[in-house]
């Protein structure tokens, strides 16, 4: 399979690579950026010299990039991948988007949160978050690759919501994040100094992951699903983890919680279940394209408290398109994922 | 004002000596360990050298640092504490505790969480978190000084728990400590590879800072109330960022919220009100006596979310204690407590 | 005493603030900066709200500055602060300049290394090191405070320089800062996940601090000396480490530089020798103006290995310039600067 | 080929089973620890849940060890290795010892700085440098695989050794290391808050790996060799850097060292040339078996500085073990091990 990478110098563009490096099915013909065109890509990120030293090129020449591609990744800010898409729609090319453009059924819901017109609203697309929607992103033209608070968040929830054991309207998400997930443009509060040895939220009530997990719990559970969602920001380069907290319905015990878990995901290969009473840390999971599950149940308060750990570079961006691709490209789905996590 | 510290060789010990070492009105006498009697100070905590000199002795000398002290602080595990209270009932030394055996009203909620015979039942004792309590510090025989995780957390929610804008059944509370505040011991949890680019959580459900926090909301609401408190590790040395979330009793607006805020901390120097919509960061109080508090209400949620930080080893250990100190001596509050932040 | 900063806003800047705050005899009138200008320099640096809420001005009013001030300190770019001091050449008003313009005692030296062409040549100078040059810092009018690597690696060589035990012409000084050491301005270099978990060298051989060293150690040692400086950036935010190499002249024993060392710096308050065989750590001396030694001799290779910290904003910036100040105002070298150090 | 880990439960022997997860002619039969036999691996190293849960076992089962691997990896403490080395004396097994036990020729060195007798004097043993023993290791009984601060180092000096380009009593080597270099013990000095923010030296003139860099300078320059070698903690996870500082011969110039750089690495697939001029950082290799290297020349003081990373954990220690292995089993000794650096 040839495959493209539209936006390779953000993180997951450079992730992708990584992954990419050791997939025995997939080559990299293009790799583009429009601030580093013409630049070999080992000159942006040394870590890859004699790996990948091949040149950038402009996302202009995507007719080009679509003709000799199978697929093509796109690692763009939200707002650029429409225009990407509606390039290719008429060519065999399929597409994996990292960003947000196509993840939502309803484009006004994105348009709200985004604050973007979507202008390729009847884009032939499914969400992309493999353990739940895998039938569809098979023959998919376009995969709206999930995000990673929300990939984290959504996987911790969906065997509750799906069972309907907890109250929707009582989940609160408390997620924080390595800095890695703020991207690669230097700013003012993300410099060193500024956040070593410090911690705090960000975007509390306003996250534009927020819709997209609602969007997830209310398809599951089939009812209208408003949460609060909080992202902090951790001084470390990689990781995700998500407390989730809802109230269970009355009389749910804590054994058909972790049912509902090992029924969804006991045959998942990227999800490892903890068990009733684990605790997941992100380094498990680091540079691999696992999740790591752990549950509580609180007889005093009655809420259930799923703890979600991923990647958030991998299973939360590059490996979950890989994931993606695997099986929109009729591959096994772990091919080339099969990394183990590098600890320490 | 003559002064001793049982059990200064834990951070919390050590960052006492340094905020004394500032302190115009008192003078340490006399420093225990029982690990490291007749050892100098200086050679467990070099950064202490030139300053504190003095050598270690053991608390069997309770008797002799009783007399020669108008105050004693405990640094000492839970369940050691007691024992120093009651050799100290009959002098005129008063006591403050860094440790948990004087924080609860009712012994039989601390013997039920920490798994600990009492054996000081009626001692003469107040909470020590000033701001709330400071009237009962003053003239105190023994204070217990509140914990790390519970005066970010009830500072936060005070305000809301006391005009009854919140739900107190709805409350959850998501905190994040530096790992200073798993104390000195080594452990292979906490061995510096283990944790560096790591989170995780700890302790769901069961940590016992939680019947603390809510012993004091139940106080000021006069509601019973349970609630959720989850603590996590951050790979950092310092700060606690605690994330308060609760549903406001129908018709609350963000308005009174903000006024709750501002009338019950508008004239209190420790804690500084970042607004609504404030993002407080731990850096920002690191090594200082400052709670910094900022609040968000979401519309879509009806949830007020509060964020609350502080250092743990200052206002969450020895910088309280060193302002409950002052009360009870009489002195100005701020007394040695002025030390601007270290930032970065 | 009056004094003003002009440059606030970079980390130097701030940390005066932090220091000056606790200082008996200063008290601060003005702050300047040319892009925060009429803002309140607790916008830009949270942690001071409710310790400096002062707005800022630009140092286009240096005249009233001037006025206003009894001493200011300069915490500018280098190439900057010679418009300052020729501004304020012919008013009472004294200087301490943190920055490079009046370090040099031959400009050309200056003009060689910075590529600048020095327009202040005649300036009323002294080299701001307080433990060596102390008595011409008592009067000078401009005080070029000394550099933050060249403070560490100075202090290491200087017994051995002056008591001629060592080759000049042997040393090598390799040295490892901090981040904050980098100043405050954004840049993809110093982003946070380019850095953390990483470690790398830069400015070999080119390093703008080496002539400041080699004027120091030629002037102790009466020795033209040239040397090897490199500098490293390690993965955290205060702290300077310098592992100075140096021959020892043949038949030097082991005493005779321990000797050098405590004959040197035995009254020193700022500067803390743990002797032959010790190991100083950046942590012990993070957030206080002090300067720890330790010195190792190799039998086999015939080297001394001096190891020398400092925190790269106190006594490599800050704390320095505020000795410099109490020197140069009469007041006791130590005031205002005797807090401990923090840790952990 | 089968192999086994005798000593699974270090850094190093996780490691080894990271890499050895994606080796193509590897199957790993048994996995030892004697403090945690009986347990599976993945209890001990939750990331490698899923991947590798097989049950440690005790090496007193060395007999059946030995008949059931082609090669057996050590991972033990140094002193241990020696004992697994005679029990499997007579068997067709070959051993990749990850310690010290094998590293030396002259085997009185190891006992002078080992400080424990050799009971295997006469081991067929070499030196596991791939770069530079590569005929050696091919049909080696026993592979003494370099340690991580002296592959760092010899592979940065070996081409200027080699071609007599610098004076070999003039070497200093200041290396630098992430903390899982001193291994998965807990300690207080390794306690995460200790290390976090602080930066310090050890084994000053001391470190074991001094006569293992000593033994590889004298092999390759024909001249015996004594040089200063430095350790430091650097407050991260994972990297080595070693700055090594040598006086150039007479007439030596820039371009002459860049020959031999070009000329003894240019066909190595591991050894990447930064060139004249370049800095390495460690994150660019963490987590690959790459070794980046930069090299100066400093005409002002005749020095030439050579700056040199690798992964402490993969080309110092597992990932170099691999190498050895591919080289001795006869396969392409890239095999398993062109996984990409993680960054960031």
Chains 1, 2, 3, 4 share one sequence.
């Not at 978050?129 to 690759?145: C, P, S, T, V």
């Not at 590059?318 to 590098?342: H, S, Y």
Request: with cysteine; glycine share 10%; charged share 20%.
């Amino acid at each position: 399979m040839k495959v493209s990478v539209i936006g390779a110098t953000g993180y997951a563009g450079a992730e992708l690579l990584r992954i990419l490096n050791n997939h025995p099915a997939a080559e990299v013909v293009h790799i583009t950026s429009e601030s580093h065109a013409g630049e070999p890509i080992s000159d942006i990120y040394p870590h890859l010299k004699g790996i990948y030293d091949q040149k950038l090129i402009s996302m202009k020449e995507i007719d080009m990039i679509g003709k000799d591609s199978d697929f093509v990744f796109i690692g763009l800010p939200h707002g650029h991948a429409m225009t990407v898409g509606k390039a290719l729609e008429n060519t065999p090319c399929r597409i994996i988007d990292l960003g947000a453009d196509y993840r939502f059924d309803d484009t006004s819901v994105y348009e709200a949160w985004y604050k973007v017109e979507h202008t390729h609203k009847d884009a032939p697309r499914v969400y992309g978050l493999a353990e739940l929607y895998r039938d569809r992103i098979k023959n998919a033209k376009i995969i709206g690759n999930a995000g990673c608070y929300t990939t984290a968040s959504i996987l911790a929830l969906a065997p509750l919501a799906k069972n309907h054991l907890i109250d929707v309207d009582t989940i609160v998400i408390d997620a924080k994040s390595g800095v890695s997930g703020a991207g690669r443009s230097a700013k003012q509060a993300n410099h060193f100094p500024e956040l070593y040895d410090s911690f705090k939220a960000y975007g509390v009530a306003t996250h534009r992951h927020t819709p997209e997990i609602e969007q997830a719990i209310a398809d599951l559970s089939g009812e209208k699903t408003v949460l609060n969602f909080t992202p902090h920001l951790v001084p470390m380069s990689r990781g995700i983890l998500s407390s989730c907290y809802a109230k269970l319905k009355p009389g749910v015990a804590a054994e058909q919680v972790t049912e509902a878990f090992e029924e969804m995901y006991g045959d998942e290969y990227f999800i490892r279940l903890l068990g009733l009473g684990g605790y997941p840390a992100t380094k498990n999971v680091r540079g691999s394209n696992f999740c790591d599950l752990g549950w509580h149940v609180d007889p005093r308060t009655g809420r259930v408290i799923v703890l979600s750990v991923i990647d958030n570079l991998v299973k939360g961006a590059a490996g979950q398109a890989v994931q993606n691709f695997n099986i929109a490209a009729g591959l096994d789905e772990k091919t080339g994922l099969t990394m183990a996590p590098m600890y320490p």
